[in-house]
């Protein structure tokens, strides 16, 4: 069993940065993938990030390349998601979800996810 906890989200003009963490306890840490997911009112909930078991490797979505920036630590058993360049179109509540398997893509697919961190941008 994993339990994840995010953290770091909030109020941000557009433009601005958040950096929204991840804490993971129950497994060893690197056994799983993290991704992130937003969740906006009346939108699905698509995978943004996603960073392997070593951060080696990640993904982006379109919308968030070049913006967005994942990370982890293993020894701290945290996944990170820094947020650039915020725009009113990123609010959303974001959540982090592990995979074990490595091989999954939409927000079902994942084993394990928190409840999430809202952010919205706004002035």
């Known amino acids: 069993q994993v339990q994840l906890v995010e953290s770091g989200g909030g109020l941000v003009q557009p433009g601005g940065s958040l950096r929204l963490s991840c804490l993971a306890s129950?497994?060893?840490?690197?056994?799983?993938?993290i991704g992130w997911f937003p969740q906006a009112p009346g939108k699905e909930r698509d995978l943004i990030a996603m960073?392997?078991?070593?951060?080696?490797?990640?993904y982006y979505s379109d919308p968030v390349k070049g913006r967005f920036t994942a990370s982890r630590d293993n020894t701290k058993n945290m996944a990170y998601l820094q947020m650039n360049s915020l725009i009113p179109e990123d609010t959303a509540i974001y959540s982090c979800a592990a995979d074990i398997l490595g091989t999954a893509h939409t927000w079902d697919e994942y084993d394990y996810w928190g409840r999430g961190t809202p952010v919205t941008v706004s002035t």
């Open positions: 960073i392997s078991w070593d951060g080696d490797s990640t």
């Open positions: 129950g497994r060893a840490f690197s056994d799983y993938v």
